[in-house]
């Protein structure tokens, strides 16, 4: 069984910094794209960064640009979300997943092309 667990959210203030892991298992997580969407409450789900399986390229949301970084530890099985400088407007639940399909080589920004998800973790920053 496919699975997907993330952790490290919670409160912070604006301007501070969070750091949430995925841990995968029941699949070989090295040959999958794997990307890190948040939602907040009456807004749909996007995409906020998502990387390469082999980590040749990253994709930012213009809206993380500069503040976010997404890396992944092939050998862990997980991969991260280093936020700094966080605004209030980041807070949200957010959910890593895999890319349904093995060794893709575009990375994909539609949440529709992810099949596993993280049961999600809920960032909150207060102003």
């Known amino acids: 069984q496919v699975q997907l667990v993330e952790s490290g959210g919670g409160l912070v203030q604006a301007g501070g910094s969070l750091r949430l892991s995925c841990a995968a298992s029941?699949?070989?997580?090295?040959?999958?794209?794997m990307g890190w969407f948040r939602q907040a409450p009456g807004k749909e789900r996007e995409v906020v960064a998502c990387?390469?399986?082999?980590?040749?390229?990253?994709y930012y949301a213009d809206s993380v640009k500069g503040r976010f970084t997404i890396s992944r530890d092939n050998a862990k099985n997980t991969v991260y979300l280093q936020m700094s400088s966080l605004k209030p407007e980041d807070t949200a639940v957010y959910y890593c997943?895999?890319?349904?399909?093995?060794?893709?080589?575009?990375?994909?920004?539609?949440?529709?092309?992810?099949?596993?998800w993280g049961q999600g973790t809920q960032v909150t920053v207060s102003s």
């Open positions: 997943a895999s890319d349904q399909q093995e060794l893709r080589v575009a990375l994909q920004r539609d949440y529709r092309e992810y099949d596993v």
């Open positions: 029941g699949r070989t997580f090295s040959r999958y794209n």
């Open positions: 990387m390469h399986w082999n980590s040749v390229s990253r």
